[in-house]
Nanobody, 113 residues
């Protein structure tokens, strides 16, 4: 129901655009978020979009979240990537994500130095 895609291997300073398509019943009017989990770390919220957008301090100014309601898709444009951005990236509704439920398949982003 939540399928993230667009990950890959990129050099430091490079860019990637992640996409996440959700079923209409999920996407609806829900606030959506992009999360990431690096090896050995807890999953963290990096960006969210609903009535407003918000970003973690670590990605502010480099990542941009957007959504296309007609396509039930949320995007994460990631620029100026750093090795510390290496993680599996997931999308979810904010309600589910913050309650740690209903995770779909993530997409791996690897940033080489």
């Amino acid at each position: 129901q939540l399928q993230a895609s667009g990950g890959g291997l990129v050099q430091s300073g490079g860019s990637l655009r992640l996409s996440c398509e959700a079923s209409g019943s999920i996407f609806g009017f829900n606030a959506m978020g992009w999360y990431r989990q690096a090896p050995g770390n807890q999953r963290e919220l990096v960006a969210h979009i609903g009535g407003v957008t918000g970003y973690a301090d670590s990605v502010k100014g480099r990542f941009t979240i957007s959504r296309d309601n007609a396509k039930n898709t949320v995007y994460l444009q990631m620029n100026s990537l750093k090795p510390e951005d290496t993680a599996v990236y997931y999308c979810n509704t904010l309600i589910w994500g913050n309650n740690n439920i209903n995770w779909g398949q993530g997409t791996l982003v690897t940033v080489s130095s």
